[in-house]
Nanobody, 129 residues
Framework: QVQLVESGGGLVQAGGSLRLSCSASGRIGSTYAMGWFRQTPGKEREFLAAISRGSASRTYYANSVKGRFVISEDNTKSTAYLQMNGLKPEDTGVYYC?????????????????????WGQGTQVTVSS
């Protein structure tokens, strides 16, 4: 069983930056993908970014955050990061990380919540105007 713990959320002013971390523990294979999602008030949970580890390292971003958010991973720590720059009040929400050990087929899988097997509890990000 895999456990995911997010950290790094908090309160930041518009235009500021935050770096979220997602630490994975438990029985994890050598090939997996980690994704970041967020749920903003009144909206469904949305995909933000994903990174894969295995024979090929891939990153994939939602258009809404491309150019502002950067996903990365420290393989030695099984930790994924989401660097968020130029934050806006509409970025306020709960940010979740997720992990999938399913075989890679295409990047179209990354935005799908059912692609992921494990989820963290979420970390709150609040951006003030």
């Amino acid at each position: 069983q895999v456990q995911l713990v997010e950290s790094g959320g908090g309160l930041v002013q518009a235009g500021g930056s935050l770096r979220l971390s997602c630490s994975a523990s438990g029985r994890i294979g050598s090939t997996y993908a980690m994704g970041w999602f967020r749920q903003t008030p009144g909206k469904e949970r949305e995909f933000l970014a994903a990174i894969s580890r295995g024979s090929a390292s891939r990153t994939y971003y939602a258009n809404s955050v491309k150019g502002r958010f950067v996903i990365s991973e420290d393989n030695t720590k099984s930790t994924a990061y989401l660097q968020m720059n130029g934050l806006k009040p509409e970025d306020t929400g709960v940010y979740y990380c997720a992990l999938s050990e399913r075989p890679y087929v295409s990047s179209a899988d990354y935005p799908r919540e059912d692609y992921y097997d494990s989820w963290g509890q979420g970390t709150q990000v609040t951006v003030s105007s």
